[in-house]
């Protein structure tokens, strides 16, 4: 759990719809300490280096800053570490609007195919930020081979994991029992077990899914984190996010 107190250190310029999320909260990021078998995970404390964050877990692949229209990622100081700060929604009735996401190559490790494997991230986002879902992390998007991915629910607000099934195109979700898109920082843990898809916030489980024990994902698409891509429409992550890991296990 990092200590409160916000002060601004942005390694990228910072806009204003980011800098007003930016502004102090009553609580901290919750974190959690690192499982084992991490494949990839970034907690941001070190910022961007020429626009590239690095992997903490030895296995994984650095996260590249990917922009359009102007879009920036802030990293801005949370206590003793930082956090990553998304561009905010699209201003009502503009034509073109500041996109920017986080983006790792793909690798084989990303691709767990039928077996264990856990994702999570710490996320903070209003329900006014939400216009449609937003996407937290993701490997694979809408109409590839598979797909895994976190998101907030842009009508409930609410956490969900989601699996699409390799071959067969089949999609399960799970869905925690309340919304999180309410300013405060929550620690979501997306979950597959064997025959079972399941999602927790701060610990507390949300709905568990039957998943068929064959439900593979396996794509060559890159990880991606704060939106599916950069085009029109994308389901974009329009606030913050803190200690990403991916886990098989």
């Known amino acids: 759990m990092r200590i409160l107190n916000y002060s601004i250190l942005a390694l990228l310029a910072v ?13 901290a990021a919750p974190g959690e300490v690192p499982p084992a078998g991490l ?15 690095a992997d903490l877990s030895g296995r994984g692949g ?23 700060s998304f561009p ?51 490997k694979g998007v809408a109409g590839t081979a598979s797909q895994w991915k976190m998101q ?29 898109a309410d300013g405060s920082w929550h620690r979501v843990v997306c979950e ?3 025959t079972a898809l399941s999602v927790s916030v701060d610990g507390a489980a949300g709905n568990r899914v039957t998943v068929p024990a064959t439900l593979a994902v396996d794509n060559t698409m890159p990880l991606r984190v704060g939106g599916p891509n950069l085009q029109t429409g994308g389901d974009m992550y329009h606030g913050q996010i803190d200690d990403v890991y991916v886990q098989l296990g």
């Not at 806009?15 to 609580?27: E, K, M, R």
């Not at 590249?64 to 956090?83: C, D, E, H, P, W």
């Open 39 to 53: 494949v990839a995970r970034y907690n941001f404390d070190g910022g961007a280096t020429g626009g590239r964050v």
């Open 152 to 180: 907030i629910s842009g009508k409930a607000g609410r956490a969900q994991c989601v699996m699409v099934a390799q071959g067969t195109g089949q999609k399960f979700t799970a869905t925690s029992a309340r919304p999180v």
């Open 192 to 194: 597959r077990a064997g």
């Open 88 to 138: 905010g929604t699209c201003a009502a009735g503009a034509t073109t609007c500041p996109k920017a996401l986080l983006e790792a190559a793909d690798d084989a490790d990303l691709d767990p195919g039928a077996r264990n494997f856990k994702w999570a991230a710490s996320v903070r986002v209003t329900q006014a930020q939400l216009s449609g879902n937003a996407n937290v992390m993701q």
């Open 62 to 84: 650095p996260l590249t800053v990917r922009s359009a229209n102007n879009g920036l990622i802030a990293f801005t100081t949370l206590g003793a570490g930082r956090i990553a």
């Open 15 to 27: 806009p204003a719809s980011v800098a007003a999320l930016a502004a102090p909260a009553a609580v």
